[in-house]
């Protein structure tokens, strides 16, 4: 019998960062969904199907091998052989994989990887569909949020951190577009699943979100 934690939420919430932490903590298996759904994007960009193009990307789906492997514990994705992990923040990628996430073909497929992964480890997975569909036993599941000024200015921060430009009303332009996008599609929209608790982030250090989510495992374990 394995462990599941389940961390669902919008773009920017801060979910990976909790989820790495706590998966240090507990010696979990951190598992972030979004990184397949990424590797898918990168493979319809190099391929230059577009977003609309359902029949190319249901015929993709049959053939395009992704998988997930460990190095120091950090996830890596492999995307028809090749280690992908490196380019999968771009923003393009991060566009990509939200428009054709919507896709049953896509889901169908990285979901049952998912499940596979959580099948034979203990795993604290992040996404959008986690406690409402990938994993409906989850011991714990959070629904990780934050406004989107918020998350605006933490991405802003992020980035001028390492000296890139960014503008800030563009920022939250995108990530308000994203929000529409990943909470109104027809399958597996983000939704908090009615067993989740409710975590707002915005006034929230990372430290205290870490210590609210591990204190809700300790009780539920
Ligand atoms: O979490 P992320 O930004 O890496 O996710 C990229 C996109 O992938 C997100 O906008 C929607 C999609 N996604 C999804 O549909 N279901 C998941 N479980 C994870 C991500």
């Known amino acids: 019998m394995y462990y599941s934690i389940a961390i669902d939420g919008p773009a920017g919430a801060g979910k ?7 998966a240090e903590q507990l010696q979990f298996i951190y598992v972030d969904t979004g990184a397949m759904y990424r590797a898918m994007a990168i ?18 789906c049959e053939s395009v091998k992704v998988s997930i492997t460990y190095e120091d514990g950090v996830q890596q994705v492999i995307l028809n052989g090749e280690n992908v992990t490196g380019r999968l ?14 896709y049953p073909a896509v889901r169908k497929k990285l979901v049952e ?20 569909c990938v994993l409906p036993d989850a011991v714990l599941k959070i629904y990780l949020t934050a406004s989107v ?6 991405r802003y921060d992020e980035l ?12 939250a332009k995108d990530i308000r577009e994203r929000d529409e996008r990943d909470m109104n599609r027809e399958f597996s929209p983000l939704r908090k699943a009615d067993d989740a608790v409710l975590v707002d982030s915005s006034n929230m250090t990372i430290e205290e979100v870490v210590s609210c989510v591990s204190r809700l495992f300790e009780e539920r374990k």
Do not use: W
């Not at 923040?89 to 919507?102: D, I």
């Not at 499940?115 to 406690?131: F, K, L, P, W, Y």
């Not at 000024?149 to 933490?154: I, S, Y």
């Not at 001028?160 to 920022?171: R, W």
């Open 149 to 154: 000024d918020a998350r605006a200015k933490r």
């Open 16 to 22: 990976s960062t909790i989820a790495k932490r706590i």
């Open 89 to 102: 923040r771009r923003e393009e990628v991060g566009t990509m994989a939200s428009k054709t996430s919507v």
């Open 43 to 60: 493979y319809f960009l190099d391929h230059a199907i577009c977003p609309e193009e359902e029949a190319a990307i249901n015929e993709a």
């Open 160 to 171: 001028t951190a390492k000296g890139e430009q960014a503008d800030y009303d563009v920022i």
């Open 113 to 132: 990887l998912q499940r596979e992964i959580a099948r034979e480890n203990n795993v604290i997975m992040d996404g959008r569909d986690i406690g409402t």
